[in-house]
C-alpha cells in the first residue's frame, strides 16, 4: 500500500497505484478505525480516536483512546492498538488509519510516532474523519531523524 503524502518541503508525494486488493484492505482499515473511535472513551476532552493498524502479515488490530481522570495516565488509541498487536505477536506493520472526531484529520501525537517507529519506521499514516477529510503521511515524514533501535547501537 503506497500513500500519497507531503516530503519535507511540504510538496505532495504522489501516491503509485493501488491495486483493488489494496482498496478493499484501505476500506476495511478505516471501518475499523471509524468503529474504534465510535467505542472510544473520552469523557474529558471528548476527542474522540480510533485506530486501525494493518500488520505486515494481514492482521488487523484496533483500538481506541482512553482517557482517565489522572491526565496523564489516558493512553492514545495509536498505541493501544500497537500493544495490543505487539501482544499478539506481531512486530512490523503497513499501515495505519486514524479516526477522529475533529473537524481536520489529525497526525499521531509525538509519543505515538516515537512508538510507532520502534516497529515500522516507514509506517503509511492515513487520518480520516467522520466527514470524510483525509490526510495521508509516511512515518519517517512526521519523525523524520527518529531516535530508533539503531540510535542504541555501541562502537565498543
Known sequence: MRVAGK?????VRAASKTSSE???IEARLRERALLAMER?????SNFQVGAALLG???SITCAGNVEN???PAGTCAERAALACAVASGVRSFRALVIATSAEEPTSPCGMCRQ????FSPELDIISVTRAGKEARW???ELLPHAFSPRSLQRTD
Open 7 to 11: 516530503n519535507s518541503r511540504g510538496a
Open 22 to 24: 489494496d482498496g478493499d
Open 40 to 44: 472510544a472513551y473520552a469523557p474529558y
Open 56 to 58: 505486515s502479515d494481514g
Open 69 to 71: 481522570a489522572a491526565f
Open 115 to 118: 512508538a510507532l517507529v520502534e
Open 138 to 140: 509516511r512515518l519517517g
